[in-house]
């Protein structure tokens, strides 16, 4: 289920050439992870220090003053993260941060293909390169999760929420056909009550938060499947299939069917050009 309610944003993605004594003071905008390539970089910080080799993993907490320092220069991958559990719980605050560590062989080497191939897609210019980098971004921040706490994934969402609102999301997530009345059963409070406790983790109604999760799980089998839009609705929950094309629309601007043609026009034109870009290459 977590990561059906997780949901991570890059908010940069940069390889780093940095010459011998360069430098730099500036707090990060969002969580930074790094991953050097070679060379050392020394970051200091409210008196505490760390000296990064090749091999080594980084990951320091945003808007934390920090100097940065490569002594004999060094080159390394940088990616901004934010991830947030439901709507407001702030996932990689969680973790012990700042943190430096040196990743397993296996770990290693997922870490560095990973942000690398974020950094050469992003900025996404695609739908298709917009799946992809949230795809690896949410990997790695499951693969940091097991890393550095080394507890089980799957039960991450029972140590972050209070157990009434991990059974409700859980049955919401098996089941987007759910009704708001049987979750509020389910969680044992008054209507008015879930409401409000609901909102104040959620930080949107439960109505809201069910229609948005149905309206992201539509739009996630229209890019993965070739279900016909009608059973899509019926699974997302949706009284009808007109009933959910005029919600997906006024949500995304765009008609289900429509949404899936650009996206497999969009797959077309890029295998193409990949096709022709591997024949030069040759």
């Not at 043609?261 to 290459?281: I, W």
């Amino acid at each position: 289920m977590i990561a059906k309610l997780l949901t991570v944003r890059v908010v940069w993605a940069t390889r780093h050439h940095w010459t011998p004594r360069q430098q730099w003071r500036h707090p990060p905008s969002a969580y930074a992870l790094w991953f050097v390539l070679n060379g050392t970089v020394a970051i200091f910080s409210q008196h505490q220090q760390w000296h990064l080799n090749a091999g080594d993993a980084f990951l320091f907490p945003p808007h934390r003053e920090r100097l940065i320092i490569t002594p004999n220069g060094a080159e390394w991958l940088s990616v901004g993260l934010e991830a947030q559990f439901g709507e407001k719980v702030d996932f990689l605050a969680h973790f012990p941060l700042p943190v430096a560590w040196q990743p397993k062989n296996e770990d290693r080497q997922k870490l560095q293909i990973w942000m690398e191939q974020i950094i050469h897609l992003f900025p996404p210019k695609t739908d298709v390169a917009h799946i992809v980098v949230s795809g690896l971004a949410q990997a790695i921040v499951g693969l940091c999760w097991q890393m550095l706490l080394g507890t089980d994934w799957s039960i991450a969402s029972k140590l972050l929420l209070p157990r009434w609102l991990s059974a409700v999301l859980h049955r919401l997530h098996e089941n987007p056909k759910v009704t708001v009345a049987e979750l509020v059963q389910l969680a044992h409070f008054s209507p008015a009550q879930f409401r409000r406790l609901f909102r104040n983790w959620m930080g949107v109604s439960p109505r809201a938060y069910l229609n948005r999760y149905r309206l992201t799980l539509s739009k996630r089998l229209l890019e993965l499947t070739d279900l016909p839009v009608a059973h899509i609705a019926d699974q997302c929950g949706f009284d009808s299939a007109s009933y959910f094309s005029r919600t997906f629309k006024k949500a995304f601007g765009i008609a289900p069917s429509l949404y899936r043609l650009r996206l497999k026009e969009a797959n077309t034109v890029n295998e193409k050009k990949e096709r022709k870009g591997q024949k030069y290459e040759r």
